[in-house]
């Protein structure tokens, strides 16, 4: 399966944009960018997915390289509720079971200054 | 609309005893994954059902885990024997449809300890 690189770690201001990157070089031509975060003692939470696309929604916007191996997610303007620890993530679809796979790596913590 | 849920939230056990936990999807939702997540990781698949099939399940250490999902809805992870390693959250995700690019919607978790 396709792996996904991400900095350990990043910060920033409050009201200010957030750019997380993520490398994904090994990417299939079928595979999504998912995104998502994870609050302190919660489950994981959906963000944002798109294909080759640049995607929006209310939480925040997708940026995917025209090559697709990298992606950008960017939060554009930082809250203190957005400190999370935000996973990029590979959707792969097996094609014999009719069903997709997620597989996590170790995310970026997202730490916001107030 | 409910959200996923987990029980019980948080158990301690001694090593070698046994432990149950319990998910119920989101209503109609056809798929079911269980992770585990060890403290300072990423979450890790340990089983995934469509509808009460088996999709994957190779990450399953199938000597002491098993999971079955009754009528494709609810569905229990148990762990017998336990180990100091089994120590982490599990945590139980769900999406719509069999087919398709499908968010997950997954519970708090269940935190266990072992001793």
């Known amino acids: 399966?396709?792996?996904?690189?991400?900095?350990?770690?990043?910060?920033?201001?409050?009201?200010?944009?957030?750019?997380?990157?993520?490398?994904?070089?090994?990417?299939?031509?079928?595979?999504?960018?998912?995104?998502?975060?994870?609050?302190?003692?919660?489950?994981?939470?959906?963000?944002?997915?798109?294909?080759?696309?640049?995607?929006?929604?209310?939480?925040?916007?997708?940026?995917?390289?025209?090559?697709?191996?990298?992606?950008?997610?960017?939060?554009?303007?930082?809250?203190?509720?957005?400190?999370?620890?935000?996973?990029?993530i590979l959707r792969h679809w097996r094609f014999i079971q009719g069903a997709q796979k997620l597989v996590f790596g170790q995310g970026t913590r997202l730490t916001i200054n107030p | 609309e409910a959200g996923v849920a987990q029980s019980p939230r948080y158990k301690i056990i001694e090593k070698r005893q046994s432990v149950a936990f319990w998910c119920n999807p989101i209503s109609g939702h056809a798929t079911l994954y269980w992770y585990q997540q060890i403290l300072g990781q990423g979450p890790k698949l340990l089983i995934q059902f469509q509808n009460n099939g088996v999709v994957d399940d190779s990450q399953l250490p199938k000597d002491r885990f098993s999971a079955e999902r009754l009528k494709g809805v609810d569905s229990t992870l148990k762990i017998q024997p336990a180990k100091l390693e089994d120590s982490a959250v599990y945590l139980c995700a769900s999406s719509p449809r069999p087919h398709g690019d499908e968010k997950l919607f997954f519970g708090s978790g269940t935190q266990l300890s072992v001793l």
């Open chain 1, 1 to 88: 399966d396709a792996k996904t690189t991400q900095p350990n770690s990043m910060e920033s201001n409050e009201e200010e944009p957030v750019h997380l990157p993520c490398n994904h070089s090994t990417i299939s031509g079928t595979d999504y960018i998912h995104w998502y975060r994870q609050l302190p003692s919660q489950g994981p939470e959906y963000v944002i997915h798109g294909l080759t696309s640049n995607v929006n929604n209310r939480m925040a916007s997708l940026a995917i390289a025209e090559d697709r191996k990298s992606s950008t997610l960017i939060l554009h303007r930082a809250t203190l509720r957005d400190a999370a620890v935000y996973y990029c």
